[in-house]
């Protein structure tokens, strides 16, 4: 299986400072199609996951624009430019390239 | 508005079994591949199984395949988890996903217990 590490677990962030968090995979994510189907999740204290990002980098319908994707390959990072409250949760990247899909173990993000 | 709503979960004891379903609206079904991942307390996210728009095609993780079968009812925007054979370690929130699960449920429970 495609193994998904993601650092750092834990991110203490300050309001209305930026954020990053990394993920990497066991094997590269460009499908044949030319897509790189990397996603990122949000998960907020109590609620379902939703989607933030698709294919690397595009934003789902409804997300802020300070959430933003990058990478390439095996290499991703999602960024928060300016952290805000709603933002606490734990984050997870997730490969759909490979069967069995898999996720990171998820970086929790809360305020310092 | 997309909405999937799961429903079905609940205690069962070790080695029982549970139908898990979710009921689609907002969208036309019959033409996204629909998924089921599942989050054991306090843990991260887990995919189970996904189907294929039709149905013919369907692909589960090794810790359920031969116990869990994902199926799908297209005339009822429906969504099935049958799973048998259940372990303690399949205890978890079951949430069923369109497609590479840009949309969510808001999960069901499942938990194996004596």
């Known amino acids: 299986d495609v193994v998904m590490t993601q650092s750092p677990l834990s991110l203490p962030v300050t309001l209305g400072q930026p954020a990053s968090i990394s993920c990497r995979s066991s094997?590269?994510?460009?499908?044949?199609?030319?897509?790189?189907?990397l996603n990122w999740f949000q998960q907020r204290p109590g609620q379902s996951p939703r989607r933030l990002i698709y294919?690397?980098?595009n934003r789902d319908s409804g997300v802020p624009d300070r959430f933003s994707g990058s990478g390439s390959g095996t290499d991703f990072t999602l960024k928060i430019s300016r952290v805000e409250a709603e933002d606490v949760g734990v984050y997870y990247c997730?490969?759909?390239?490979?069967?069995?899909?898999?996720f990171g173990p998820g970086t929790k993000v809360d305020i310092k | 508005e997309v909405q999937l709503v799961e429903s079905g979960g609940g205690l069962v004891q070790p080695g029982g079994s549970l139908r898990l379903s979710c009921a689609a609206s907002?969208?036309?079904?019959?033409?996204?591949?629909m998924s089921w991942v599942r989050q054991a307390p306090g843990k991260g996210l887990e995919w189970v199984a996904n189907?294929?728009?039709?149905?013919?095609?369907?692909y589960y993780v090794d810790s359920v395949k031969g116990r869990f079968t994902i199926s799908r009812d297209n005339a009822e925007n429906s969504l099935y988890l049958q799973m048998n054979s259940l372990r303690a370690d399949d205890t978890a929130v079951y949430y069923c996903?369109?497609?590479?699960?840009?949309?969510w449920g808001q999960g069901t429970l499942v938990t194996v217990s004596s």
């Open positions: 996903g369109r497609d590479l699960m840009d949309s």
């Open positions: 907002g969208f036309t079904f019959s033409v996204y591949w």
């Open positions: 189907i294929k728009e039709d149905g013919s095609e369907q």
């Open positions: 094997q590269s994510l460009v499908h044949s199609d030319g897509n790189t189907y």
């Open positions: 294919k690397v980098s």
């Open positions: 997730m490969q759909g390239i490979h069967w069995p899909f898999t």
